[in-house]
T-cell receptor, first 110, second 113 residues
Framework: EDQVTQSPEALRLQEGESSSLNCSYTVSGLRGLFWYRQDPGKGPEFLFTLYSAGEEKEKERLKATLTKKESFLHITAPKPEDSATYLCAVQAVGSEKLVFGKGTKLTVNP | GAVVSQHPSWVICKSGTSVKIECRSLDFQATTMFWYRQFPKQSLMLMATSNEGSKATYEQGVEKDKFLINHASLTLSTLTVTSAHPEDSSFYIC?????????FGDGTRLSIL
């Protein structure tokens, strides 16, 4: 069964304090790994898709990386507006389905 | 681009009533749409996959007679929660596949009294 585990559950940072969020996964064959951002009471907002180990993608202060077992979302010099829950999901080869982790709730204090 | 609109955003109703939720892809056509349910501090759980012009595929444990899905056009899917009860209270979110990416609506908070 495909599974996604995200850690930590919650993370508090000071503005400017860089850190990383972890997404460990098991999947029969990886078609894609997805990162989303979710604000309270809203639907997930797409950030990145990673397809193969070694791949990296960047967007503003965020950088996502992928290995065969896990993905990291690195946040460089975060700002309060980066506060949100970050969700990781995997899609298996031959499937339309996304399997989500429970997310990491990030709070960035000014 | 890739905007998905979901309506209503919030609904409160009495036990036993039926509630319809709409999901529209505003600027792209979506042959496949998905319906999820999210409980507090839990993962998004896929309920069903909806393909335009055909019957929805439901995940194990999801009652297809209770959660009716219709995907009659390339831009609209609806979820009807029939004879809703308090245990059906949750946050329901739809997504539409654009290319290889699922784009999500802003969800519907359903509260059954």
């Amino acid at each position: 069964e495909d599974q996604v585990t995200q850690s930590p559950e919650a993370l508090r940072l000071q503005e400017g304090e860089s850190s990383s969020l972890n997404c460990s996964y098991t999947v029969s064959g990886l078609r894609g790994l997805f990162w989303y951002r979710q604000d309270p009471g809203k639907g997930p907002e797409f950030l990145f898709t990673l397809y193969s180990a070694g791949e990296e993608k960047e967007k503003e202060r965020l950088k996502a990386t992928l290995t065969k077992k896990e993905s990291f979302l690195h946040i460089t010099a975060p700002k309060p507006e980066d506060s949100a829950t970050y969700l990781c999901a995997v899609q298996a080869v031959g499937s339309e389905k996304l399997v989500f982790g429970k997310g990491t709730k990030l709070t960035v204090n000014p | 681009g890739a905007v998905v609109s979901q309506h209503p955003s919030w609904v409160i109703c009495k036990s036993g009533t039926s509630v319809k939720i709409e999901c529209r892809s505003l600027d792209f056509q979506a042959t496949t749409m998905f319906w999820y349910r999210q409980f507090p501090k839990q993962s998004l759980m896929l309920m069903a996959t909806s393909n335009e012009g055909s019957k929805a595929t439901y995940e194990q444990g999801v009652e297809k007679d209770k959660f009716l899905i219709n995907h009659a056009s390339l831009t609209l899917s609806t979820l009807t929660v029939t004879s809703a009860h308090p245990e059906d209270s949750s946050f329901y979110i739809c997504s539409a596949r654009g290319g290889q990416t699922q784009h999500f609506g802003d969800g519907t908070r359903l509260s059954i009294l």
